[in-house]
């Protein structure tokens, strides 16, 4: 599936309105399509009168995302196994002018909508941000999370909505990112993340300045160099690969020059143990 097809990103203005860090959900975490450990079956939903109707599923879906296209000539796919970190069993329901997953509670996993216009938009915050919402609350989506971010890519809009771990912290693992044309009344891309808090906590969690010099004992670091730190989620990296659930930590940046220019390390520090959960470095 191609991404953002037939539109070219423009300038990223992220909107000052922003009232959490941008999710940190991976390109890889959102381009990746597949389903891990999956079965497939194909199934015909007017053969079984206990399967729900997935065409006029389809239907309200795309309808609630601003498409107008009729829904027709539906193909399901019942899958089983892993999808952006959600677990269960879900259909995956193709049509001409898009694609839709979703699991067995009926909930939205991903929508795509393969064929659309998109042109530079005059740039109206409270305009989008009141469609964004809109659309957002007709979703089979949770209703629990909030709108945290609102990016201005040019010809499209992205948005985030994240669930509040506790006052003023949210969780970008469990998360939803829509992108959206024409003002917010018209989404293209919806996914669903779902990495949950996994974690054991203490009533006090570790200062900045203890996560601090915890990342420079274990990388061994030089703190002349550290530029930021704030508080977010990660997924562990364990033996190269990143788990399957989310834990506060401690993002700690440094940037180092170098003759090549700035070579940024981004460390995570478990927000209660001080265990090292993982890195990311920027040539």
């Given at each position: ?27 890889a ?6 389903i891990?450990e ?9 053969e ?19 498409s ?36 067995e ?22 305009k ?5 919402l ?15 971010s ?24 469990e ?12 989404v293209?891309e ?53 788990e399957?659930f989310?834990?506060?930590?401690w993002?700690l ?21 001080g ?9």
């Open positions: 599936m191609v991404f953002i097809s037939g539109c070219a990103k423009g300038n990223v203005q992220e909107s000052t309105a922003s009232v959490a860090p941008e999710p940190t959900v991976s390109d975490e959102w381009n990746n399509s597949s891990e999956s079965q497939t079956t194909t199934l015909n939903y007017k079984s009168v206990t399967e729900p109707n997935y065409e006029e599923l389809a239907a309200d879906i795309a309808l609630a995302c601003g107008e296209e009729i829904i027709s000539d539906i193909n399901t796919t019942k899958i089983t196994g892993n999808k952006y970190g959600i677990y269960g069993d879900f259909v995956e329901i193709q049509y001409e002018y898009g694609d839709i997953i979703v699991d509670l009926g909930m939205l996993v991903s929508y795509s909508l393969l064929d659309y216009d998109c042109t530079e938009i005059d740039y109206d915050e409270d989008i941000r009141t469609n964004i809109e659309i957002y609350h007709k979703l089979p989506l949770p209703q629990e999370y909030v709108l945290t609102l990016i201005n890519a040019g010809d499209y809009i992205e948005a985030y909505f994240s669930r509040e771990i506790t006052d003023g912290i949210y969780s970008s693992h998360a939803v990112k829509m992108l959206a044309v024409s003002d917010g009344k018209r293209i919806c996914r669903r993340f779902n990495y949950p808090l996994q974690q054991e906590t203490s009533d006090v969690p570790l200062t900045q300045a203890v996560a601090l010099q915890k990342a420079l004992d274990f990388k061994q670091l030089d703190a002349e160099y550290f530029v930021q730190g704030e508080i977010s989620t990660v997924r562990p990296i364990m033996e190269g690969k990143a399957m989310s834990k506060l930590a993002i940046k440094f940037d180092y020059p170098t003759d090549a220019g700035v070579r940024s390390i981004v460390i995570w520090i478990d927000l209660y143990s265990e090292y959960l993982g890195e990311d470095r920027t040539a």
